[in-house]
């Protein structure tokens, strides 16, 4: 056991270098902190305009907005949205560029496992996803502190978190594909569809109904994610994202397993 964790924390470490060495990298954490920017001013500026607006009109007539409510909870609805197009380039070169470097047969041959290398990987990019998460972090603790009403603690801590899930689900889908082809271009642009259609699969849930509709229902990474977002703690969710995880990691063992077998 001791061997195998040396193992994931020698590929992570290599793996999270390999991003803060990497300028794509930062041009795409720059990219995600200018739109997150752009996003939560833009839901911040219009949920204070639409709380003075019925303020005006109705007065004492209507409950109060909850505006940090609001606007926590539609910023990370948002960004869990804009992170399907951000992830599957971060995924895109887990196995792809090993590939055309022509270094997979070597790691796929090496004494270390299929498992601690998925596992090092993925660790590796979610944390990195994690580092670039923190400055938004930031601001929104900045912006919402100035709230009369303060939101519960569990909320935005149940959200962010949904939200690292969500990333952690997707990046191992995207390694997975990543690992079947040299082309990272490829790599994200079936990531990217695989992950539309699991974000929006409870849209033909209700469609079918019944036990069909459920079962679509619960393969949509839409609804878990929601859940957490509204601060409900519901551990079919929380069962659901550690099981895509896990498969993503297997099917990526699996793959590399295959190509192992293709080349001996």
């Known amino acids: 056991m001791r061997i195998i964790l040396a193992n994931i924390m020698a590929i992570y ?14 041009s795409i954490a720059a990219v995600f902190w200018f739109v997150a920017g752009c996003f939560f001013m833009t839901i911040l500026l219009g949920e204070i305009n639409q709380a003075a607006i019925v303020d005006q009109q109705y007065g004492a007539t209507v409950p109060p907005f909850d505006v940090p409510y609001r606007v926590l909870q539609g910023f990370l609805n948002v960004m869990g949205s804009f992170s399907l197009f951000i992830l599957p380039m971060l995924s895109m070169g887990l196995y792809a560029e090993e590939r055309k470097r022509g270094t997979l047969e ?3 041959t090496s004494p270390i496992t299929n498992w601690a290398v998925a596992v090092g ?9 994690t580092a670039i998460l923190t400055p938004v972090l930031g601001y929104e603790a ?3 502190s100035a709230a009369d009403s303060p939101v519960p603690f569990v909320v935005p801590l149940l959200g962010h978190l949904g939200l690292i899930l969500v990333a952690a689900s997707v990046l191992s ?17 079936f990531t990217f569809v695989a992950v539309l259609l699991l974000w929006t699969i409870d849209l033909f849930g209700q469609m079918f109904g019944g036990v069909v509709g459920a079962v679509f229902g619960y393969l949509s990474l839409l609804k878990h ?8 703690l519901d ?9 895509f995880i896990v498969l993503g990691i297997f099917l990526t063992a699996q793959s590399i397993d295959a190509f192992r077998f293709q080349r001996s």
């Not at 994610?225 to 409900?232: A, E, K, R």
């Not at 551990?235 to 099981?243: D, G, I, K, N, P």
């Open 106 to 108: 070597l790691l796929a």
């Open 235 to 243: 551990t079919s969710s929380l069962v659901f994202f550690a099981s």
């Open 173 to 189: 889908l995207g390694m997975f594909i990543s690992s079947l082809t040299d082309s990272t271009v490829v790599a994200a642009i």
């Open 13 to 26: 470490r290599k793996e999270l270098l390999s991003y803060f060495a990497s300028p794509l990298a930062y």
């Open 225 to 232: 994610y929601s859940n957490l977002v509204q601060g409900v």
């Open 121 to 129: 990987k993925l660790l590796g990019v979610v944390t990195f996803f």
């Open 142 to 144: 900045i912006a919402l």
